[in-house]
């Protein structure tokens, strides 16, 4: 039904000495301490992927399953986290902290589907629910 993509954001106090700038690279952003989600977050993958033939590495001070987690130990500790826009709406970044874009020659953008099987289908709610879903994710990720 739909595909979008969403760019690598890095999560930080408006207090760290990159916050200040409008994109950031990831290889600044390195040489700070980082926080990560686990191996099973698509946010963690397109981190990895981005350096695979890079001489920089990912070291986590800290990796956790909880996206509320890293962004507020990134404003209580001083350290860099990382996540896409549709986990991190305007309003759940805590006060104090900043979501800043990261270039995207260093992160691809990852891609967020929403779909259903071919030839079913939908129940009339389901599929009102589906367009409306649809046309949220369209005006706030034009």
Excluded: W
Excluded at 32 to 61: F, H, N, W
Excluded at 72 to 78: K, Q
Excluded at 109 to 136: C, E, M, N
Aim: with cysteine.
């Amino acid at each position: 039904l739909l595909t979008e993509r969403q760019q690598m954001y890095a999560v930080l106090s408006e207090s760290h000495p990159l916050a200040g700038q409008e994109t950031l690279r990831l290889r600044d952003c390195l040489e700070y301490p980082i926080a990560l989600p686990t191996k099973s977050y698509g946010v963690r993958y397109l981190m990895e992927t981005a350096l695979v033939e890079s001489t920089l590495t990912l070291d986590p001070v800290i990796e956790s399953d909880s996206f509320e987690f890293l962004r507020n130990h990134a404003l209580v500790e001083g350290v860099i986290s990382f996540q896409i826009p549709i986990g991190l709406p305007t309003e759940d970044i805590p006060k104090g902290s900043v979501a800043r874009p990261i270039d995207s020659r260093d992160v691809p953008a990852g891609l967020i589907y929403f779909g259903q099987l071919r030839g079913r289908t939908l129940p009339v709610a389901v599929a009102r629910f589906a367009d409306q879903i649809t046309k949220v994710l369209q005006v706030r990720y034009p």
